[in-house]
């Protein structure tokens, strides 16, 4: 299947949502406590969140069939060229395809002066790692 890779628009607030709350519950289960997860996602990914991540971050959705699969947030590279991968997921089914990777270089070609890609991956996340 074909996909694309953009920025992301103002109309992919819920399909973000969507992915991240799919994506968390597959990942973390047994990992995280659903409670947990819960607050996070409702803290993390509500409208006013959504809105300044778009303002204060990259932002690349992948999308196929006119539908958004996966989601990549950078922060602006710092002074020495270091870029922050914040968030990075796709729907489960889309994993091992090359959406990732291809989220991943859309950020280092689009990011200006980045020389570092720093990314923390929680240590029981075994297809993050």
């Given at each position: 299947?074909?996909?694309?890779?953009?920025?992301?628009?103002?109309?992919?607030?819920?399909?973000?949502?969507?992915?991240?709350?799919?994506s968390w519950r597959v990942t973390y289960e047994g990992i995280i406590p659903q409670k947990i997860q819960d607050h996070f996602l409702q803290v993390a990914y509500r409208d006013e969140m959504m809105?300044?991540?778009?303002?204060s971050s990259h932002i690349f959705v992948a999308e196929m069939a006119n539908e958004v699969v996966g989601f990549a947030d950078f922060s602006p590279a710092d002074?020495?060229?270091?870029s922050e991968l914040r968030a990075f997921y796709l729907y489960p089914q889309q994993q091992g395809?090359?959406?990732?990777?291809?989220?991943?270089?859309?950020?280092?070609?689009?990011?200006?002066?980045?020389?570092?890609?720093v990314v923390d991956v929680e240590k029981e996340n075994i297809v993050g790692k």
């Open positions: 299947m074909s996909f694309i890779i953009r920025d992301m628009a103002d109309k992919d607030y819920k399909s973000i949502q969507d992915v991240a709350l799919e809105e300044k991540r778009m303002h002074e020495g060229g270091r395809i090359g959406i990732g990777s291809a989220l991943l270089r859309k950020g280092i070609e689009e990011l200006e002066d980045i020389k570092e890609i």
